[in-house]
T-cell receptor, first 114, second 117 residues
């Protein structure tokens, strides 16, 4: 079985400061890893993904995530947060050898304040 | 169409009634997913269709839930004898299956908000 844990329900950060949204995963094989974002009253949007290769993945809006196999983590980061980054962030995992089912975490609400 | 279309956007029903939720995926996308989003519960996988293969129904919470996909395109999620705990936003997503299907990105619809009174 595959699973995702997002240990923080909410993360608060001041604008201009770096942000981190944590994600750990569990799969029986090797993972495909994704981050999606949900802005208020809007649908879920793809942010970035890790497939293979470089452990540091860069995505939309200046976000990046680092795949750490030993820690089974895929934390989302941004060097300088903007108020407009405030949204609900979901981490997701798919087992490479386990079909196409995509499992999501419970989400982390990011609040960026002035 | 340009995106994933879901209808209705809002549905209020009485306990015990049946409801149907519709999803029209992006043209050419062979994979279609249904998820349920409840407050504090994240995104719960319900069912997955891929082309003509048998669907993965492992996430359906009870036999009151069923889904079909006609002609490899439009999908309908049916909830029979609705209960209050069925209240949630039901999200549909589609993706292509070209290349490495497991790495493909899902495009989500805006969702159908179901309220069971």
């Amino acid at each position: 079985a595959q699973s995702v844990a997002q240990p923080e329900d909410q993360v608060n950060v001041a604008e201009g400061n770096p942000l981190t949204v944590k994600c750990t995963y569990s799969v029986s094989g090797n993972p495909y890893l994704f981050w999606y974002v949900q802005y208020p009253n809007r649908g879920l949007q793809f942010l970035l993904k890790y497939i293979t290769g470089d452990n540091l993945v860069k995505g939309s809006y200046g976000f990046e995530a680092e795949f750490n196999k030993s820690q089974t983590s895929f934390h989302l980061k941004k060097p300088s947060a903007l108020v407009s980054d405030s949204a609900l962030y979901f981490c997701a995992v798919r087992d490479r050898g386990g079909g196409n089912k995509l499992t999501f975490g419970t989400g982390t609400q990011l609040k960026v304040e002035l | 169409g340009a995106g994933v279309s879901q209808s209705p956007s809002n549905k209020v029903t009485e306990k015990g009634k049946d409801v149907e939720l519709r999803c029209d995926p992006i043209s050419g996308h062979t994979a279609l997913y249904w998820y349920r989003q409840s407050l504090g519960q994240g995104l719960e996988f319900l069912i997955y269709f891929q082309g003509n293969s048998a669907p993965d129904k492992s996430g359906l919470p009870s036999d009151r839930f069923s889904a079909e996909r006609t002609g490899g395109s439009v999908s309908t999620l049916t909830i029979q004898r609705t209960q209050q705990e069925d209240s949630a936003v039901y999200l549909c997503a589609s993706s292509s299956s070209s290349g490495g299907a497991g790495a493909n990105v899902l495009t989500f619809g805006a969702g159908s908000r179901l309220t069971v009174l």
